[in-house]
């Protein structure tokens, strides 16, 4: 599906699960039409094991903005959904693929709104990070209900735990992954490496690409304790 049409089931979806915000729907429309929403991610990723992760926040911490504070944390709960034609043939590209929606949730601050996210495949392209589609809307508390009744099936689950910095527009993210099951709260998890993610990212429009420059140069500050790549996950499946 091309970037359009998922801009179009993204609009419908947000249009269909109001905030309680005055003409959220009317400002969402005219950015869209203005061509003024920031739909594109520049994005870094990389892994640190656990044991590195106090050194790896410290120096986080004296390039990123507030170096006095401790950084923020978050626990959040994403559901990924999976919306497409499921009768139709199996047919090799993107396009036979659907649609990846993203649920996700605070679990420390219940009463903020859900987050809706599309994530499009890498753009092709000589960038200094990962270019891709990128569309995050806040939704209230019955986005899974109803993504369910539009036939979107539950692809799968996790916990996030970790820390948020900022530097500029550069979001740092640095966080662990942890299991989804029965038994199972907030306060007693099952991790699913011995590593933490760190990930940067800067969302952005097409028509402003040179904040891509200084995510690379924050990447090369971070060497050699953290090596951050462009990541093509289309590669990491079978060939």
């Not at 995510?215 to 990541?231: I, S």
């Amino acid at each position: 599906m091309n970037s359009q049409f998922t801009k179009v089931i993204i609009y419908e979806l947000t249009m269909a699960l109001p905030m309680s915000v005055p003409h959220v729907g009317e400002t969402i429309e005219s950015a869209i039409k203005n061509q003024i929403v920031p739909d594109q991610e520049f994005l870094l990723q990389g892994s640190v094991l656990d044991t590195s992760l106090g050194v790896v926040i410290d120096r986080l911490r004296g390039l990123c903005d507030n170096a006095d504070i401790p950084p923020e944390t978050f626990h959040d709960h994403e559901v990924v959904y999976l919306l497409k034609d499921f009768n139709a043939p199996v047919t090799p590209g993107p396009a036979a693929q659907g649609v990846m929606l993203r649920v996700r949730r605070a679990v420390d601050h219940p009463e903020l709104p859900y987050q809706l996210r599309y994530v499009g495949y890498p753009e092709l392209g000589n960038y200094p990070a990962l270019l891709r589609n990128c569309l995050d809307v806040p939704v209230s508390s019955n986005v899974c209900e109803f993504l369910q009744e539009l036939g979107a099936k539950l692809d799968h689950e996790f916990m996030a735990k970790g820390y948020i910095m900022k530097k500029g527009r550069i979001k740092v993210t640095v966080f662990k992954m942890y299991k989804v099951g029965a038994g199972m709260s907030k306060d007693n998890l099952e991790p699913l490496t011995m590593s933490h993610m760190v990930e940067l990212s800067v969302l952005t429009t097409k028509t402003d690409m040179s904040v891509a420059d200084d995510l690379r140069a924050l990447a090369d500050q971070l060497k050699p304790l953290v090596q951050l790549e462009r990541m093509d996950y289309r590669r990491l499946g079978p060939p």
